[in-house]
C-alpha cells in the first residue's frame, strides 16, 4: 500500500515540472494581452483647436511606448503596469508656431495607481499659464467633489442598505450592479442609440437585472430557509461569475461614455467640471425622490415596516414579498445609476469598476448604521468628502480609499450600530 | 489536443507550491470558519502580511532567513488582534466586512508610491528568496524531473502543510477545539459555562493568521517576488472556494479542496486552450478562456454554498451556520 502510494506521488511529481514549464501557473488576476492600464490625454492649442500627429512617449525602465496625436487631438499610450512613467513630448512634431506654454516640465514624471488611466495635460501657447490653487480653493473644490462622490455612492449605498434591511442579506455582488449599469450604457450608445435612451435602457436593464436576482436565486433561497451567512457567500461566488462574465464580453480596457471629457467651469469661487456637476444635481434629486417615497408614501411606509421587522409587517397584511421584490428592483436602478455617474466622476468604465467602491458603499452603509436608509446617505457623503478632503491634507491620491475604510474599521470600535443605527446588541 | 500533456499539467498542479499555500491558507480559513464560526474576508491581507513582513525584513534589514519568518509570524499576530479587538465582539458580519476592508488597506498601503523604497509599490520586491534556498540541502541534480531548488520548495512547501494539518487536528481534538466548536454552535452556552469566549475567538484568529502569513510566505518564494496584485479580494475568494470545496470544519478538506480547485483550473485551462488551438472552438479567445474559467469559480462557489455547503469530506452537523 505504501508503495503503491509512494509510487503515485513520485508519477505526479515527475509530471510536474513539464507543466511548469509550458504553462506558467495561473495566478489570482487573469492576464490580459492588451494593456490594461492607459496614459492619455488631449492636445490642444490656445485657441482650443485640437493638434494633430504629435509623438508622445512614455517610458518606465525597459517599456517604452509611443502614441501620436490623432484628428481630435487624443492621445494614448497602453501601459503594463501602474507606476510612474516619464512621459515625454516630441516638441520637434509640433506643427509650426505652437510651442509648449512657459513652465510646462518636459519630459515629466507622471504617476499613478489603482486607477487604470490617467491623463496628462500639455498645455500649449503664451496666453496660458497654469494656475497654482491656494490652499482654501484646493479645500472648497475638494469639498464640492466628495459631496458629489458621496452622493453617487449613496445611491448605490441606499439599495445595499434598503436590501439589508429587508432581507438581511450582505450583498457583495451590489459592485458588480454598479458595473452592468456603467456597460449597458456603453453598449447601448456603442449601438449608436441616442445618448438618453442608452441611459434609460441602462437603468432599465438594471431594474430588470435586480429582479431577476431576487426572483431567480435570492427569494427561492429564502424560501429554503438558507441562512444569512451562506447568502452572504453565495452573493461573493455571484459576484466573482458576473464581474467575469463582463470581462469575457466587454474585455479588460477602459473605455470612455460619450462626453467624458470636459474642461472645467468655474461657478462662483468653486471650479468644477460639468460632470461632476450634473452627477451631483441628479443623485442629490433622485435621493431626495428617494426620501419623499419612503417617509410620504404607504408604499415606503410598507418598506420601512419590513426592514423594521418581517414578521410583524407580514402579520399586519403587508405583502413582504412583493416589497423585497419592488427593493431589489429600486436598488439595481439606483445601483445602475451611481454606475453611470461613477464613469463619468472616474472617468472610464471597467468590468471592476463596481466592486472598486463595494467597499466604499459597505463602508458608507456601516458608517451611517447597517438598514438604515437615511444612515447609508449620510455615511456614503461622509465616505465621499472624505477621500477627497484626505488629499488635500497631505495623504497620497493612491492612499485615499484607506482613510475610509480606516474610519469605518474605527467608528466600528467606537460606535459599532453607525450614526443612526439604533442602539441594540450587535453581537 | 495532448490529452497526456494536459493530464501532466493538472497532476503537476496536485504537489504544486501554489497549491500547499492555498491548503495552508485554507486551513486558517477551517480554523477561523469553520470550527470558530469567524468570518473571515481577509485572508489574502494575512498572506499579504506574512509575504511582505519576510520581504520586507530580508531585504530592508538583511535579516536571516529565520529571522524574516519569525517577523512574518510575529507581523500576523498583531493583525490579527488589531483586527480582532474591535469585532469580535460584533455580529458575525461586521467582521466580514471589517476584514475585507483591512486586507485591502494593507493591500493599497504596499501599493502607494510612497512607500517604493519599502515596498516596491505596484511592482513588489524581489530577490529575498536566497537565504532559504541557500539552506537547500539537496545538491543539484535531477529529483523525480525537477531541479532542486524546486523539489526542495515542494519538500518545504508540503512539509509545512503536512505539520500544520497534524497541529490543527491535535488542537480541535482538545479541550481547547471542543470550547471552540462550542462557541460555534452556541456562544452563549460556552459563555454561561463561564468560558471567556472573547479570548477564545481571539485565539483562534491568531492562529488562523499565522498559518495564513505561513501560507503567503509558501506563496511567495517560488515566484521570488512578491507583488501587491496578487493579493486582491479574488484570493481570498478563491480560499473560500477550496475550503467549500473540502469542508470547512475538516483538517483534510481545505488540502483536498485546494488541490481539487487547482487540478479542475488547469484541466479546463488545457482543454479549452487545447480546443481554441485545434480549431474546434471559435468562438472563445484564449485570454476570454481564463476569464471563462474564473465564471466556473465563481458559480462553483454558489452552487457549492446551496447543495452541498458541508463540502466533500464534512458533515452536515459541523456547519458553521445552521
Given at each position: ?115 487604470s488611466n ?34 453617487l455612492l449613496?445611491l448605490a ?17 451590489h459592485g458588480e450592479m454598479v458595473t452592468l449599469g456603467a456597460v449597458l450604457v456603453f453598449v447601448f450608445n456603442a449601438?449608436?442609440?441616442?445618448f438618453?435612451?442608452a441611459i434609460?435602457l441602462a437603468l432599465?436593464g438594471g431594474?430588470?437585472f ?32 458576473i464581474r467575469?462574465?463582463i470581462q469575457?464580453y466587454f474585455g479588460?480596457a477602459t473605455q470612455q461614455l460619450p462626453f467624458a ?14 460632470n461632476?456637476?450634473?452627477s ?52 439595481g436602478v439606483l445601483a445602475s445609476l451611481g454606475g453611470i455617474l461613477w464613469a463619468y466622476y472616474r472617468p472610464g468604465v471597467t468590468f471592476d469598476m463596481g466592486s472598486q467602491i463595494l ?69 | ?322
Amino acid at each position: 500500500m505504501g508503495a503503491i502510494a509512494a509510487a503515485t506521488v513520485a508519477i505526479l511529481l515527475v509530471a510536474a515540472p513539464a507543466s511548469l514549464a509550458a504553462t506558467p501557473s495561473p495566478t489570482p488576476s487573469p492576464s490580459n494581452q492588451q494593456f490594461q492600464n492607459n496614459i492619455s490625454g488631449f492636445l490642444r492649442d490656445d485657441a482650443r483647436a485640437p493638434i494633430q500627429g504629435v509623438k508622445i512617449t512614455a517610458k518606465n525602465g525597459d517599456f517604452t511606448g509611443t502614441a501620436t496625436s490623432s484628428a481630435n487631438g487624443a492621445w494614448n499610450i497602453g501601459v503594463p503596469s501602474q507606476g510612474t512613467y516619464e512621459v515625454q513630448l516630441d516638441e520637434s512634431t509640433l506643427p509650426q508656431g505652437i510651442k509648449l506654454a512657459a513652465g510646462q516640465a518636459n519630459p515629466r514624471s507622471i504617476t499613478f495607481s489603482q486607477t487604470s488611466n490617467v491623463s496628462v495635460i500639455f498645455a500649449f501657447g503664451k496666453g496660458i499659464v497654469v494656475q497654482q490653487q491656494d490652499f482654501g480653493q484646493n479645500l472648497l473644490n475638494r469639498l464640492v467633489a466628495g459631496v458629489s462622490f458621496g452622493l453617487l455612492l449613496a445611491l448605490a449605498s441606499v439599495g445595499l442598505s434598503l436590501i439589508f434591511g429587508t432581507t438581511g442579506l450582505t450583498n457583495f455582488a451590489h459592485g458588480e450592479m454598479v458595473t452592468l449599469g456603467a456597460v449597458l450604457v456603453f453598449v447601448f450608445n456603442a449601438m449608436n442609440l441616442p445618448f438618453w435612451l442608452a441611459i434609460l435602457l441602462a437603468l432599465l436593464g438594471g431594474g430588470l437585472f435586480g429582479y431577476a436576482q431576487d426572483a431567480g436565486l435570492w427569494r427561492p433561497l429564502r424560501r429554503r430557509g438558507t441562512g444569512l451567512v451562506p447568502m452572504m457567500i453565495v452573493s461573493i461566488g455571484l459576484a466573482l461569475a458576473i464581474r467575469y462574465v463582463i470581462q469575457f464580453y466587454f474585455g479588460g480596457a477602459t473605455q470612455q461614455l460619450p462626453f467624458a471629457q470636459s474642461a472645467e467651469i468655474q461657478i462662483g469661487p468653486v471650479s468644477i467640471s460639468p460632470n461632476n456637476l450634473w452627477s451631483l444635481v441628479i443623485s442629490a434629486i433622485v435621493i431626495g425622490l428617494i426620501g419623499i417615497v419612503l417617509l410620504k408614501t404607504r408604499l415606503g411606509k410598507a418598506t420601512r415596516a419590513v426592514a423594521d421587522n418581517p414578521a410583524l409587517a407580514a402579520a399586519s397584511g403587508i405583502d413582504v414579498d412583493s416589497v423585497i421584490r419592488l427593493v431589489w428592483i429600486v436598488g439595481g436602478v439606483l445601483a445602475s445609476l451611481g454606475g453611470i455617474l461613477w464613469a463619468y466622476y472616474r472617468p472610464g468604465v471597467t468590468f471592476d469598476m463596481g466592486s472598486q467602491i463595494l467597499l466604499l458603499i459597505f463602508a458608507g452603509v456601516t458608517l451611517g448604521g447597517l438598514g438604515t436608509v437615511f444612515g447609508a446617505l449620510i455615511g456614503s457623503v461622509i465616505v465621499g468628502i472624505f477621500v477627497e478632503l484626505t488629499t488635500v491634507f497631505g495623504l497620497a491620491a493612491d492612499l485615499k480609499y484607506v482613510g475610509a475604510l480606516f474610519i469605518m474599521i474605527v467608528v466600528l470600535l467606537f460606535r459599532p450600530q453607525g450614526i443612526l443605527g439604533r442602539r441594540e446588541r450587535v453581537g | 489536443m495532448d490529452f497526456g500533456f494536459i493530464l501532466a499539467s493538472a497532476a503537476g498542479e496536485l504537489f504544486s507550491p501554489t497549491t500547499a499555500a492555498y491548503a495552508l491558507a485554507a486551513l486558517g480559513l477551517a480554523v477561523h470558519f469553520g470550527y470558530s464560526g469567524l468570518l473571515n474576508f481577509g485572508q489574502a491581507g494575512f498572506m499579504a502580511v506574512g509575504a511582505y513582513g519576510f520581504a520586507i525584513s530580508t531585504l530592508s534589514f538583511g535579516a536571516p532567513f529565520f529571522v524574516g519568518l519569525l517577523i512574518a509570524v510575529i507581523c500576523s499576530v498583531l493583525f490579527a488582534l488589531v483586527l480582532g479587538i474591535p469585532t469580535l465582539r460584533l455580529r458575525a458580519d461586521y467582521l466580514a466586512i471589517v476584514t475585507i476592508a483591512a486586507a485591502e488597506i494593507i493591500r493599497y498601503v504596499v501599493t502607494t508610491n510612497q512607500l517604493t523604497s519599502v515596498t516596491g509599490s505596484a511592482n513588489g520586491l524581489a530577490a529575498f528568496e536566497g537565504g532559504f534556498y541557500s539552506m537547500n540541502p539537496f545538491p543539484e541534480g535531477d529529483y523525480l524531473g525537477m531541479n532542486n531548488r524546486d523539489f526542495f520548495i515542494r519538500v518545504i512547501g508540503w512539509g509545512l502543510a503536512v505539520i500544520c494539518c497534524v497541529i490543527i487536528w491535535l488542537l480541535m481534538r482538545s479541550p481547547w477545539g471542543r470550547v471552540l466548536k462550542g462557541i460555534r454552535e452556541d456562544e452563549n452556552a460556552v459563555r454561561s459555562l463561564g468560558k471567556n469566549v472573547y479570548a477564545y475567538k481571539m485565539q483562534a484568529l491568531v492562529i488562523g493568521g499565522v498559518l495564513g502569513a505561513l501560507a503567503g510566505m509558501v506563496f511567495t518564494l517560488p515566484r521570488g517576488a512578491v507583488q501587491p496584485a496578487n493579493y486582491g479580494t479574488e484570493l481570498t475568494f478563491f480560499l473560500w472556494t477550496c475550503l467549500l470545496l473540502g469542508g470547512m470544519a475538516t483538517v483534510l478538506g481545505p488540502v483536498i479542496g485546494a488541490m481539487i480547485f487547482w487540478v479542475v483550473l488547469s484541466l479546463t485551462q488545457g482543454i479549452l486552450y487545447g480546443l481554441i488551438e485545434s480549431g474546434a472552438v471559435t468562438w472563445l479567445t484564449t485570454v476570454q478562456a481564463g476569464q471563462l474559467r474564473y465564471i466556473l469559480v465563481g458559480v462553483a462557489l454558489m452552487l457549492l454554498m446551496i447543495f452541498r455547503p458541508q463540502g466533500v469530506f464534512g458533515n452536515k452537523k459541523e456547519l458553521a451556520f445552521a
